[in-house]
C-alpha cells in the first residue's frame, strides 16, 4: 500500500474535511479527493461518508487511522530528524500561551530533557490560541497548550487545570476606589480608571466584569501590552488596574506591591487544555511530557 495514500489519509481522518487536508498537505483539493478514491478503491471498502460540511470516517476508516496513524507519525518523525542524527535523542516541540508556558509548563518539564535515555530535546514556542493550534495541525509543534478546545477529530484536548483571575491595582489606586463600591454589583464602572492590558478589546478585563458584575466596562486601555508578565509590571508601578491570574500576581500580593480589589465568593475562571494531534499520544516522549504536565497541574489548583 503507497504511504502516500496513507499519510492523505490520516491527514483526513484528522481535519475532518478534504479542504483542511489538503491546506495541511500542500495539495489541490482534487488531488487529495482522488487519492482517497484510490484508497477506497484499492480496500475495496469506502472510508469516509460524504456530509454536507466535511466528512465523517466509516468503521473501517476509523480502525484505519488508529492502527496507522502512530506509525506514519513516528516516519515523519524520522524523516525530519535526519539520519545522520543521534536517534536516541527525540525532540519535543511544545507551544502555548508565553506567561504559562514560562511560568508553569517549562520549569515542570525541565527534568525530562537529561541524558539517561528516556529524556528528550525541548523546543518551545509561544502564540495565542489559534496561532498555536494552527501550527499543531499543521505539525509544527507536538503539544501545545491553549485556553481554547479544538474542534473536530484532527485535535484531541485534555482539560489541564483551571486558572483564577484576580482584580488588582497598586495600593494607592485601591486607596482610592474603596472596597464599597466594589461590593455593589454593578456599582463601579471604570471609565475614569486606567486600565492594563493584553489587547484593546480588555478580553482580560471584560470576561471579569462579565462574571462578577454581570455587565461591560466602561473603559479604554491606558497601556496595552502583549504580556501578561508586562502588565503585572506596569500595574505594580501605579499605571493602572488590571486583571491577572493568581499564579502570576501572588508573589506581588504577598509584598503588598499590588492589591486585591475584590475577593468574590466564585472568582471567574479560565481553563487551560493540553492538545496533540489525534494518534500521537501512540509515541513515548510526546505521552511523557503529557503525562508529566497533567500530574503537575495537580500542584498548581
Known sequence: MDLALLRTFVTVHRAGSFTRAAALLGLSQPAVTSQIRTLERQLGRPLFLRQARGVTPT??????????????????EIAEAGL?????????????????????ALPALTSL?????????????FGNAEEVLEGLAAGHHDLAITTARPRGALLTATPLCDEEHVLVAAPRW????????????????VENLPVVEVHESLPLVSRYW????????A???????????AVLA??????????????????????CEVVALLDPAVPPLRTYFLV?????????????????LLRAAVDWT
Do not use: N
Open 174 to 189: 485601591a486607596a482610592l476606589i474603596g472596597p464599597g463600591k466594589l461590593r455593589r454589583k454593578g456599582a463601579l464602572t
Open 113 to 125: 530533557t537529561g541524558a539517561d535515555g528516556q529524556g528528550f530535546a525541548l523546543r518551545a514556542s
Open 219 to 229: 473603559a479604554s486601555g491606558a497601556v496595552i501590552v502583549p504580556d501578561l508578565r
Open 210 to 217: 462579565a462574571a462578577v458584575f454581570d455587565s461591560r466596562p
Open 84 to 104: 545522520d542524527e543521534d536517534s536516541s535523542i527525540r525532540t519535543l516541540h511544545l507551544a502555548g500561551p508565553p506567561e504559562f508556558t514560562a511560568e508553569r
Open 59 to 76: 468503521t473501517i476508516g476509523d480502525e484505519l487511522a488508529h492502527k496507522a496513524a502512530p506509525h506514519l507519525d513516528a516516519l515523519v
Open 276 to 292: 496533540v494531534r489525534t494518534g500521537t499520544l501512540a509515541m513515548p516522549h510526546i505521552a511523557r511530557a503529557h503525562e508529566w
Open 234 to 255: 506596569c500595574v505594580i508601578q501605579g499605571a493602572g488596574l488590571a486583571v491577572l491570574p493568581r499564579y502570576l500576581c501572588t508573589p506581588a500580593l504577598e509584598r
